[in-house]
């Protein structure tokens, strides 16, 4: 009896024991189930968090892995049609990322943004992608690509992709600029000339508009350039080095068939005037902290103001009618390069042998047509701005005002629009010359340091 109570008795302290066990291992399934679950629940939702690989060892004496940044100004996407340019932290939209880009409008996919931070921690979320409703009908468009989720305030780059599921770090990236609000600017006035191509050789011209921009009060001018002519290249770089012109490199022919026009129609290709609207916007991101204005206009433009001596007088003045108001637009006269100043006064024997036109012998200015609309282009305080057109803003904060004609109006010296029309029937206007002695002797300043012109002369 006390054997078989001695084996009941264990038999029972071993069902104990089992029990315990299986408490113990129910408690950790029950666990690693909660566990499971909210880890379903964190990666189905907008963002997806991910450590990039950091025991890549980079050759020579760095032995930290960099994020490879882009090696061109446009980037292609990887498997799509698309291609990203540059990225910027948007502070009027709660920090969100803003990507600009070329999207081809008849081939839309989900598209998904990693960005990363010094530490090459990476997020991937979901985006909004805004085409520009200013495409004129080609088929690739200027285009916002907007990072949506919350913001990685840190964030030091951004890649576009298709895929939602990892960050490669092989892959290019964009640094993002903008980082930080500024209320102080390096520079007042900056023009945005948005393209040169089909080796565009004006040399006199390019050199008086110059010179007549910084007598105004411009202190930046940033070009983007696909091609110029030799003669134009030697003036480019001459401005470079002064520390006036920024050139920033626009290879878009190497990627797409670029139009030279913007009718579709009558200029075939995939993409409207070499992407005009691409560089306006990305000159418009590229300087909001740095300028407290910005230009938008032509490289055979100049944006005149007929009542004051400088455009800071202007813009105070105009400022101060429109306290809350960030577009000014302003109309855009012809002054045909066929019809010329008749005492020959500035036909000048030193300029003779520079390619170009000579805007100083151009005093004739096509009339205003009833009922016809002039064009537009703007000063813009860059800050007010989200998306541009060619003449005026696409989405832009607190309103535009049109600036009287006889304040101010742009000087565009080129092919007559209203070609019938004889001298008589023309308007006198010699804006221009009221500048003439400073002018002429900065022009002939740039053109003897650039090589145009002999020292002696």
Not at 406 to 431: A, F, W, Y
Request: aromatic share 10%.
């Amino acid at each position: 009896m006390l054997r078989v109570k001695s084996d009941a008795t264990a038999g029972i302290v071993a069902t104990k024991g089992q029990m315990e066990k299986g408490k113990v291992l129910l408690s950790l399934l029950i666990v690693l189930s909660i566990i499971g679950i909210l880890v379903l629940v964190y990666m189905i939702g907008d963002a997806y968090y991910i450590q990039a690989p950091t025991a890549i060892k980079a050759p020579l004496s760095n032995n930290k892995f960099k994020i490879l940044e882009a090696s061109y100004p446009i980037t292609p996407i990887r498997d799509s049609e698309h291609f990203m340019v540059s990225a910027f932290i948007d502070h009027r939209l709660n920090g969100f990322i803003r990507v600009i880009s070329i999207i081809n409008r008849n081939c839309l996919q989900p598209l998904y943004c990693v960005y990363c931070n010094a530490e090459k921690v990476c997020k991937t979320v979901h985006t909004k992608v805004q085409i520009h409703s200013d495409h004129f009908g080609f088929p690739y468009g200027a285009s916002d690509v907007i990072c949506t989720g919350k913001p990685m305030t840190d964030a030091t780059h951004v890649l576009i992709t298709v895929k939602n599921d990892s960050a490669d770090l092989k892959m290019e990236y964009l640094p993002i600029k903008n980082k930080a609000v500024q209320e102080t600017f390096k520079f007042n006035f900056t023009v945005c000339i948005s393209n040169l191509f089909g080796d565009y050789n004006n040399v006199l011209q390019f050199a008086q508009t110059m010179e007549m921009y910084k007598l105004l009060g411009v202190q930046h001018v940033v070009i983007y350039n696909t091609s110029s002519g030799p003669d134009l290249e030697k003036l480019l770089k001459h401005y470079e080095m002064e520390g006036i012109l920024e050139i920033v490199p626009w290879p878009i022919d190497q990627f797409l068939n670029p139009s030279s026009g913007w009718n579709i129609k009558l200029h075939k290709g995939d993409i409207q005037y070499y992407g005009q609207l691409v560089t306006l916007n990305e000159c418009i991101y590229r300087h909001m902290y740095q300028s407290k204005y910005v230009l938008l206009n032509d490289i055979d433009e100049i944006i005149m103001p007929y009542k004051h001596a400088t455009l800071q007088s202007l813009m105070e003045d105009l400022q101060s009618a429109h306290p809350s108001i960030g577009v000014f637009l302003i109309e855009n006269h012809i002054f045909p390069k066929t019809q010329f100043e008749e005492s020959g006064k500035f036909k000048r024997a030193e300029w003779n042998n520079i390619p170009g036109v000579n805007i100083m012998e151009h005093i004739y200015r096509e009339p205003s047509r009833k009922n016809i609309y002039n064009p537009t282009k703007m000063i813009v305080n860059p800050r007010k701005v989200q998306q541009t057109s060619v003449h005026s803003p696409l989405k832009h904060f607190r309103g535009s005002v049109l600036v009287p004609f006889n304040v101010c109006r742009i000087v565009h010296v080129r092919v007559p629009l209203q070609g019938s029309l004889t001298k008589e029937q023309l308007v006198v206007d010699k804006r221009v010359w009221d500048f003439e002695q400073e002018l002429i002797h900065n022009i002939d300043h740039t053109l003897k340091l650039s090589g145009f012109l002999k020292a002696s002369v």
